[in-house]
Structure formats: C-alpha cells, structure tokens
C-alpha cells in the first residue's frame, strides 16, 4: 500500500488543522493506521493509532483531548484532528500502516509501510 499524507501547513497557537492520509490499493480496512511526527532533532513518536475497524484509538498524554485520529474505509483515509495547537506541536506528521487487523499498535516497529510526511509548523 501506498500512503500520501496532506494538511499541513503553518498556523498560529490556538488554530486547528485536519491532516489526512490517503492509501491507495483495496485493502484499506484491514489496516491498523497510525500518525507520528518528529520534530528536529527528536525521535519519531506516536501522536495517535486507531484500529482497522476504528472502534478502538489510542493517543499520546500530549495530545490527548486535543487530537482526534479517524477513519473512512470507504475512502481509502484516515484523519487527524488537531485542535488547539501549540508551538510544541510542531513537527513532520507521519502516518503508516500496519496490515492484518491487529489492533490499535502502539510501537513504530511493527508498522510497515509510512507515507512521506506533511510539515506542521505552529506559530506562538
């Protein structure tokens, strides 16, 4: 699966942005998504995972009640809702895939397949 990632772009503290991870191919929801980001100098870390089905999500304590990460196996995408921002959220936003329905994963060595990154640069 082929994954592209869009939304991002440059606000200010307060502001929201919705980024979206198209996939390409058929088999979208039997996929486990998730969103990362790594800011310079940082290690790559989970921001949110859902499950294939979506009935299960799981967030970082940095975002949690901020965020949300959703999912539309009709249309091959999965979301993430970001709303209050903050100048600590900035990074390079990530999502990836992990096949075969596991559930909601939490560590980014089991996913296997990463699309290429959306900039998110919040302004204080």
């Known amino acids: 699966v082929q994954l592209q990632a869009y939304g991002g772009g440059l606000v200010q503290a307060g502001d929201s942005l919705r980024l979206a991870c198209v996939a390409s191919g058929r088999t979208f929801s039997t996929y486990d998504m998730g969103w990362f980001r790594q800011a310079p100098g940082k290690e790559r870390q989970l921001v949110a995972a859902i499950s294939w089905s979506g009935a299960d999500t799981y967030y970082a304590d940095s975002v949690e009640g901020r965020f949300t990460i959703s999912r539309d196996n009709a249309k091959n995408t999965a979301y993430l809702q970001m709303n209050s921002l903050e100048p600590e959220d900035t990074a390079v936003y990530y999502c990836?895939?992990?096949?075969?329905?596991?559930?909601?994963?939490?560590?980014?060595?089991?996913?296997?397949?990463w699309g290429q990154g959306t900039q998110v640069t919040v302004s204080s």
């Open positions: 990836a895939a992990r096949a075969r329905r596991y559930g909601v994963t939490i560590s980014n060595i089991y996913y296997t397949y």
